[in-house]
């Protein structure tokens, strides 16, 4: 897969919006953009994957830019319960997962 | 759906002995993974069944480790014999397909300690 490249860690305040950064300027046409994130003691859980165009599900949206060598996570409103390490992957039309050092997010109430 | 199973979910074991972990998959789900997680190398992928059949098993540290899907349901990962640097967290993940949008379920792992 080819390599992203995320902020160590991120700070945000409750009910305030996140925009949570990556860049991936190696990516190629194939590549989907994945999100997972990993709340502490538990394992990783899906956010949001995307290949060109923004994604809106119930947890999350994605941002990806028009040359997709960047991507954004947004979380609409944070709470405490959001505070995770998240990861942001690539993968091509193959199955396995690589895992970065993600971004630790932290909610300050 | 219960999700995938790991079992044991806390295991400590002392240097030299056989560890034996355990997953459910799963029910459908054609895609099995073996992760390790540890403070110093992150999420590592060991390896990677697709069809009960292993497909990459190219993060397998050494020869002490071994993988199995004897069937649909269930694969084991063995380490024998265990050393205190095989201490971590380790998780399984299924998933349906092998495109590249498909969606990874992980368990809750198996935090293993090796004195």
């Known amino acids: 897969d080819a390599k992203t490249t995320q902020p160590n860690s991120m700070e945000s305040n409750e009910e305030e919006p996140v925009h949570l950064p990556c860049n991936h300027s190696?990516?190629?046409?194939?590549?989907?953009i994945h999100w997972y994130r990993q709340l502490p003691s538990q394992g990783p859980e899906y956010v949001i994957h995307?290949?060109?165009s923004n994604v809106n599900n119930r947890m999350a949206s994605l941002a990806i830019a028009e040359d997709r060598k960047s991507s954004t996570l947004i979380l609409h409103r944070a709470t405490l319960r959001d505070a995770a390490v998240y990861y942001c992957?690539?993968?091509?039309?193959?199955?396995?997962?690589?895992f970065g050092g993600g971004t630790r997010l932290m909610v300050k109430p | 759906d219960a999700g995938v199973i790991q079992s044991p979910r806390h295991e400590v074991t002392e240097m030299g002995q056989e560890v034996t972990l355990r997953c459910k998959p799963i029910?459908?789900?054609?895609?099995l993974f073996w992760y390790r997680q540890t403070m110093m190398r992150g999420l590592e992928l060991l390896i990677y069944?697709?069809?009960?059949?292993?497909?990459?098993d190219s993060g397998m540290p050494e020869d002490r480790f071994s993988a199995k899907m004897p069937n649909a349901s269930f694969s084991t990962l063995k380490i024998q014999p265990s050393e205190p640097r095989d201490s971590a967290v380790y998780f399984c993940?299924?998933?349906?397909?092998?495109?590249?949008?498909?969606?990874?379920?992980f368990g809750p792992g198996t935090r293993l300690t090796v004195l």
């Open positions: 069944f697709n069809n009960n059949v292993p497909i990459d």
């Open positions: 992957i690539l993968r091509y039309a193959g199955n396995m997962l690589t």
């Open positions: 190696t990516i190629s046409g194939t590549d989907y």
């Open positions: 995307g290949l060109t």
């Open positions: 029910s459908g789900h054609n895609s």
């Open positions: 993940a299924s998933s349906f397909g092998d495109r590249g949008n498909n969606e990874q379920f």
